[in-house]
């Protein structure tokens, strides 16, 4: 699944993730979203989500969205931002930086800088689980308030005898 698909997950089914961890995509929002907004925002409420993109890739993400879900959940808007160095034997080459952007524990836009590529920034992200921290982040998610996809839908089958 794509990251746009993901997006378009969250936004339909977010309260039964555990995670949301879109690369190099941003949400694009149905055209009548601000109208649902009430509507939207608990799939989106307790949803940790990370997303990651290169700098230069400008339709890759939006930070206005963060700053959105950021007031929603009752936080600043303005991020805590991290800045990290990345050597040149993590990535075979100098002056690139990953700026990690945090609003709460549940959110987190982490853009590459420096990149020339513009869009490939998972390569990186994946590779240095050292700085993303991606795949340990993923491992320890849980959805506690969730519901099931399918154990809220009632009996589907027959009674057992």
Not at 16 to 41: G, K, M, S, T, Y
Not at 48 to 70: K, M, V
Not at 97 to 124: F, K, V, Y
Request: proline content about 4%; glycine content about 8%.
């Amino acid at each position: 699944m794509g990251a746009q698909a993901a997006w378009d997950m969250a936004l339909a089914h977010g309260s039964v993730l555990a995670a949301l961890a879109p690369i190099a995509a941003c949400c694009h929002w149905p055209e009548d979203a601000w109208n649902r907004e009430d509507e939207i925002f608990p799939e989106l409420a307790r949803l940790p989500i990370r997303s990651y993109s290169c700098e230069t890739d400008t339709r890759g993400y939006r930070e206005r969205d963060f700053r959105w879900l950021a007031k929603r959940r009752g936080l600043s808007d303005i991020p805590l931002k991290k800045v990290v160095r990345l050597t040149v034997a993590e990535v075979g080459r100098s002056n690139m930086q990953a700026i990690l952007s945090t609003w709460g524990p549940l959110a987190m836009l982490g853009l590459i800088r420096g990149d020339a590529e513009g869009h490939n920034c998972w390569d990186m992200v994946y590779r240095l689980e050292s700085t993303f921290n991606l795949f340990a982040w993923m491992a320890s998610s849980r959805n506690m308030h969730g519901r099931t996809l399918l154990g809220d839908q009632g009996d589907t089958g027959g009674s057992a005898r």
